[in-house]
């Protein structure tokens, strides 16, 4: 069975959600597994709300440390490191979060 490697990020627009917050490791490649997050909750014992999100989002933000949010189909709607917005500038407004 061939084995077939992801190269590139793939990019989406989506923002409708369902998303999932990928905090990365202090100088490190590797994150502990996803938030999910979403406008309405489904699911409390593993969704937490966009403001919710938000909150930690800015806090690891202001560190510094790199953040991705993907949708539900694994794609990138936003990704941040060393405090700059590399992709998704607008997500947050998007969202309903001024930011």
């Known amino acids: 069975m061939p084995t077939h490697t992801l190269t590139q990020l793939q990019y989406s627009k989506d923002r409708e959600g369902p998303f999932a917050l990928y ?10 597994g996803a938030q999910w997050f979403a406008k309405k909750v489904d699911y409390p014992d593993e969704e937490i ?31 941040a490191k060393n405090g700059r917005v590399l992709f998704g500038e607008t997500f947050w407004k998007d969202l309903g979060i001024s930011c």
Do not use: C, Q, W
């Open 23 to 32: 905090i990365y490791e202090p100088n490190s490649e590797y994150h502990r």
């Open 49 to 79: 709300t966009i403001p919710k999100a938000h909150e930690l989002y800015k806090a690891v933000f202001a560190a510094g440390r790199e953040i991705r949010i993907t949708d539900g189909g694994d794609m990138l709607v936003h990704h």
